[in-house]
């Protein structure tokens, strides 16, 4: 088996192994990993119609148009999609953000703010991005106070009597009999917006090239499945875009220290955690002015205040890590974890998934709210095969009293609970996700290539990623080798090595303990000064001139001869 079959490969093992899910993707779809982005390819939403006519008919009439956007890396890039297709064509919007502070969905805080906009210049349509689904009561008290249009764009789930009827246009991913359920909020408005361009020559320059990156970067942010042909083609073409960029994406790559050519893990890893940094400390307004300023010097202005309040952020980030992962008891995770921790609700979403991929299990991190003795909680559902919004569904089928709200997509979701609702939630979110049908693991098939470690650097990362972007779902190939353990450290959720390959080079190695497997069996597997047999995935990661090429052991043997 050949490195270059990796392409070949990835495709057809993805496509057997999503047939044994019973995943319900278009799978000879999946070939498109080497598919021009084309918009008219894309799958259509119900209600993209309308909305496209609705807005071309305000802008005939010169109306004022609002664009309201949530506030994480999904909303801000919606935001930026909605100005970049405006700008050009129109002059009458303004665009403003929710924030996370004020909670989620058209709040109080939001609703005044838009009141106080239409006092002063009456608003003829106001648009929702990536939010509003739910928020019937706030869009009638809307409508009354005189806002002539709403088109709400959104892909998180539906509430049973809380959905948007009373909007003009209401588009969600999810709701219906729409194709595209696993479609990013930005790429829902992208799609509306792209009826700006579609008798536009040079459409590529006009509106792709500004407005897909800003898709690419919400599709891996917000953890839309890339199995999925349309996330993928987008993912690639929006990468693609990046790097031959000269304003932003590449003075952004530069301060934040990334390779001269962004790769997918670039979006997830520094980027996308960069724009949620907003959400993380309130400063959602610099990380959108970032995503639409122009000049340069203002812009490196910005980035640098942005990258000040991420240090911060990931400090913090640390800290609350670190205590939570000591709290856990290791021998009692059983199928999912959920956990009440001591930090800002605004990084219990990124702690719940550092958590969820130490342990390989769908998780949720609370936060005590004292004052009304009622918790917030952020799910990561982790596995491929679990969905937040359908497991929430079901724990509300089970107990209709549980929660005060949620709401959320396939891979992530947010909810609020009593204080003393706790047990109950972590009793029904264990059983709902132990009694997910999952593959078994002996028909699942991953694809290992036998690699003499002899040749292993970080070049070998270059011919994986040909066949990328990889998701938690898209089949990434794995390497077998044989090394000398040169030394072994256990921790709690997962064991470090130090390995020596047949270079002679020293290689870092990290392997997660299974929720069965014990530190002691692992150790008299596998003891100093072994030659082991090893199936890994090389990970390589650059960022200010310093390289992180790094193993992820799937499993390792003591050879005996």
């Not at 106070?145 to 709403?150: A, D, E, P, W």
């Not at 049973?160 to 209401?170: H, M, S």
């Not at 790429?187 to 792709?208: A, E, G, Q, R, T």
């Amino acid at each position: 088996m050949d490195i270059n079959d990796i392409p070949k490969l990835s495709l057809e093992v993805t496509k057997r192994n999503l047939a044994l899910c019973d995943n319900d993707n278009d799978l000879d779809a999946l070939s498109s990993y080497d598919t021009l982005f084309d918009i008219n390819k894309l799958p259509n939403l119900t209600g993209e119609r309308e909305a496209a006519d609705l807005l071309s008919k305000v802008m005939d009439d010169h109306g004022f148009i609002l664009a309201v956007s949530d506030y994480d890396s999904d909303g801000l890039n919606s935001a930026a999609v909605v100005y970049k297709a405006l700008k050009s064509k129109y002059d009458n919007y303004k665009v403003i953000h929710n924030k996370r502070c004020h909670h989620n969905g058209f709040n109080p805080v939001l609703i005044d703010k838009i009141k106080k906009i239409h006092d002063e210049k009456p608003i003829d349509l106001m648009y929702t991005m990536d939010h509003g689904s739910n928020d019937k009561e706030a869009f009638e008290e809307l409508k009354n106070y005189g806002i002539k249009h709403i088109i709400v764009t959104d892909h998180h789930m539906i509430t049973k009597g809380k959905e948007a009827t009373n909007a003009d246009v209401f588009i969600n991913a999810q709701q219906f009999d729409n194709d595209p359920k696993h479609m990013c909020g930005c790429y829902v408005i992208f799609k509306v917006m792209s009826s700006l361009y579609k008798d536009d020559p040079d459409i590529y320059n006009n509106f792709y090239r500004p407005c897909l990156p800003h898709v690419a970067i919400a599709t891996v942010s917000d953890v839309m499945s890339l199995n999925i042909w349309y996330n993928r083609v987008a993912v690639r073409a929006g990468l693609q875009l990046m790097n031959i960029d000269q304003g932003l994406w590449k003075l952004l790559g530069i301060k934040l220290g990334l390779p001269a050519v962004y790769r997918y893990k670039d979006i997830g890893y520094s980027i996308a955690p960069f724009i949620n940094t907003g959400n993380r400390s309130s400063t959602e307004e610099l990380c959108y002015e970032i995503l639409v300023t122009e000049d340069i010097p203002k812009l490196s202005y910005l980035i640098d205040q942005g990258i000040k309040n991420n240090i911060r952020r990931k400090e913090i980030k640390k800290h609350s890590l670190a205590k939570v992962m000591d709290g856990i008891n290791v021998t009692k995770v059983g199928k999912s974890l959920s956990i009440i921790m001591e930090c800002s609700m605004s990084i219990n979403g990124i702690v719940a998934n550092a958590v969820g991929e130490s342990f390989r299990v769908p998780t949720t991190c609370f936060v005590l709210d004292k004052e009304n003795k009622t918790l917030s909680g952020s799910s990561r559902a982790v596995l491929s095969h679990v969905s937040i919004a359908d497991t929430y569904n079901k724990m509300k089928e089970l107990d209709s009293n549980l929660f005060h709200a949620c709401g959320g997509h396939k891979g992530a979701g947010g909810c609020c609970i009593d204080f003393d609702k706790f047990d109950r939630f972590q009793e029904l979110f264990e059983k709902v996700i132990s009694e997910l049908p999952v593959p078994d693991k002996d028909d699942v098939k991953d694809i290992v290539i036998d690699y003499n470690t002899k040749y292993l650097d970080y070049s070998v990362i270059e011919d994986i990623d040909f066949a990328g972007p990889y998701g938690k779902d898209w089949i990434m190939p794995k390497l077998r080798g044989m090394f000398k353990v040169d030394r072994v450290i256990h921790t709690k959720a997962l064991a470090i090595f130090t390995l020596r390959g047949l270079n002679g080079k020293l290689f870092k190695a990290t392997y997660f303990y299974p929720s069965n497997e014990t530190i002691l069996s692992l150790d008299d597997l596998v003891p100093t000064g072994a030659v082991v047999d090893v199936i890994f995935e090389p990970q390589y990661y650059k960022r200010y001139n310093a390289t992180n090429f790094t193993l992820l052991i799937d499993t390792i043997q003591e050879v005996t001869t």
